[in-house]
């Protein structure tokens, strides 16, 4: 139980051009996800959270604009780069809340964004 | 808001040794300390958590201690093998809904066989 998965898991794109990651617990509830950026060597460090139904709440420093969270529905979450540069390549970790009242999170496998 | 501080940030041992990392949180309100594995490339795996209404918990060849006095939780594991070779990162939250983790810098564990 708790399985999450994202998609895609690696990706290479242009300077400019925008790109989706998604999120998904495959087989149970999420309300919860939360979106990590982890750079080579590093500590995940917490983009933002997104609750179903209402607007992510980003942590300081991270641009809303460029980085932006759709919670559509119980079990998927989405992350959008958009118009991406460089800098922006990293490993983004999705997790979800395990939903049974603690706060354990489950992890997706990561996607690794190369913006050339 | 929270933070975590994690020593050492690399750990080489023999197999058969024990390990010891070591964490320090800084919110008296945190009361939730899951510890993760996370090897090259791969997503972050929970190994063990404890709460803080116990003071210890072991899971085979792993345990976690929690002093909330003092404000530190530590992870040993016993016995290491080749394959525990990994990053390890303690966390703390409060453990009420979905608060956020704080994650601590890592620790790389080197198991020579």
């Known amino acids: 139980g708790a399985v999450v998965s994202q998609h895609p898991s690696w990706v290479i794109c242009k300077s400019g051009t925008s790109v989706k990651i998604e999120c998904r617990s495959l087989d149970f509830q999420a309300t919860t996800m939360f979106w990590y950026r982890q750079f080579p060597k590093q500590s995940l460090m917490l983009m933002a959270t997104s609750n179903e139904g209402s607007k992510a709440t980003y942590e300081q420093g991270v641009e809303k604009d460029k980085f932006l969270i759709n919670h559509a529905s119980l079990t998927l979450s989405t992350l959008t780069v958009t118009s991406a540069h460089p800098e922006d390549s990293s490993f983004y970790i999705c997790?979800?809340?395990?939903?049974?009242?603690?706060?354990?999170?489950?992890f997706g496998p990561g996607t690794r964004l190369t913006v050339l | 808001g929270e933070n975590v501080e994690q020593h050492p940030s690399t750990l080489s041992v023999q197999e058969g040794d024990s390990a010891v990392i070591k964490c320090t949180y800084s919110d008296s309100a945190s009361n939730y300390f899951p510890w993760y594995k996370q090897e090259l490339g791969k997503r972050p795996q929970l190994i063990i958590d404890i709460r803080s209404n116990v003071g210890e918990k072991k899971d085979q060849r792993i345990a976690v201690t929690l002093n909330k006095t003092a404000k530190h939780f530590s992870l040993h594991i016993t016995e290491t093998q080749p394959e525990d070779s990994a990053v390890y990162f303690c966390?703390?939250?409060?453990?009420?809904?979905?608060?956020?983790?704080?994650f601590g810098k890592g620790t790389m564990l080197l198991v020579s066989p």
């Open positions: 966390a703390a939250s409060q453990d009420s809904g979905y608060s956020t983790l704080t």
């Open positions: 997790s979800a809340g395990s939903g049974r009242g603690y706060n354990e999170q489950f």
